[in-house]
């Protein structure tokens, strides 16, 4: 399909971008508020598998959605990369238990450095100066934001930091693999769904949140508050990942990042007034405000880096997402 044909209205092109802004935003706070209530995470993290698989699987039977007979070949192909998505996952979700929204923003925005240190390390070149000195700035910023948050968790915090670690090797096994050729965003996430469930139910058994975590589970269910958070939580799962995709292909890979960034002004923001936020000090206050400036900065440098590189005929790769 040509690019003239293929090019969306604005209206679309917004639509998607403030789709996935709100699922992403939205996804941090029902998580966080879910586990303010129910600690075990991996048994959370198993149930929205098992509901993202169904959910999928029924759409597919009711005609919503279609995709191809499960392909063992490919689920081989799949398997390191939904173990790394679902350890990231995991330590994020551990890490929101005793990590205050703000402060679990500002550990995520991480990533960019470790995943530019890591292409470093692979021999990628160095990157621009813009784009090394936003995210060394945006490292500063959760440094300085740590030293001023009087409710340091130090478990919280490291599983913050294992998660950025885990996210930024899935990032990089997927991009050397490209195990995503060729299939949909249903397929990648039907695929990693079912993969994950053998390694997620060996997990809460292994920790021993199984089957006590269901017992727990059964008890608050009583409650319709916390049953409505579950179930939106479960859903959530599948429209965080459906809205990313559509965001993806309307408009960029480009603008996802974008508008990931300014879904964190958003979410630390409201991290402070919603669900327990961080006590105001100056320094946290002012290493979050640093943290934030230099995630802009990396999307603004991102963004001219894009634009200074010669326009190509055939389809740009940033147009097909690869998380």
């Not at 996210?167 to 996430?189: C, F, H, N, P, R």
Request: aromatic share 10%.
């Amino acid at each position: 399909m040509g690019a003239e044909t293929a090019e969306p209205s604005s209206f679309l092109s917004l639509s998607a971008a403030f789709s996935y802004g709100i699922a992403s935003m939205a996804m941090v706070f029902v998580n966080k508020a879910i586990l303010m209530q129910y600690a075990h995470s991996m048994t959370l993290l198993t149930l929205q598998q098992i509901a993202t698989a169904l959910i999928i699987h029924f759409g597919q039977i009711l005609g919503v959605s279609k995709r191809k007979d499960f392909s063992i070949a490919t689920g081989r192909k799949l398997l390191p990369v939904s173990i790394f998505y679902n350890a990231n996952v995991a330590f994020a979700l551990a890490s929101l238990k005793g990590v205050k929204i703000p402060m679990y923003i500002a550990i995520k925005r991480l990533t960019p450095l470790a995943v530019l240190v890591a292409g470093c390390l692979r021999g990628k070149g160095k990157p621009p100066t813009q784009v090394s000195l936003s995210v060394i700035c945006t490292a500063a910023g959760v440094l300085i934001a740590a030293l001023g948050d009087f409710s340091f968790d130090l478990y919280g915090y490291s599983m913050a930091l294992t998660s950025v670690f885990f996210q930024t090797m899935y990032l990089i096994l997927v991009e050397k693999s490209g195990a995503e050729d060729g299939l949909s965003s249903i397929e990648l996430m039907f695929y990693n769904s079912v993969l994950s469930l053998p390694f997620l139910f060996f997990i809460i058994i292994a920790t021993g949140e199984f089957p006590y975590s269901l017992s727990v589970l059964s008890e608050k269910t009583a409650s319709l508050t916390f049953s409505a958070i579950l179930v939106v939580s479960l859903v959530m799962g599948i429209v965080l990942n459906f809205t990313m995709f559509w965001c993806t292909i309307v408009n960029s890979a480009l603008t996802t990042t974008i508008v990931g960034v300014l879904k964190g002004v958003g979410s630390t923001t409201l991290g402070f007034v919603l669900l327990g936020g961080v006590e105001v000090h100056t320094l946290n206050v002012t290493g979050l405000v640093i943290n934030t400036f230099g995630g802009v900065w990396y999307s603004y440098a991102k963004y001219m880096q894009k634009r200074k590189m010669p326009r190509r005929i055939a389809p740009d790769v940033e147009a097909h997402p690869h998380k």
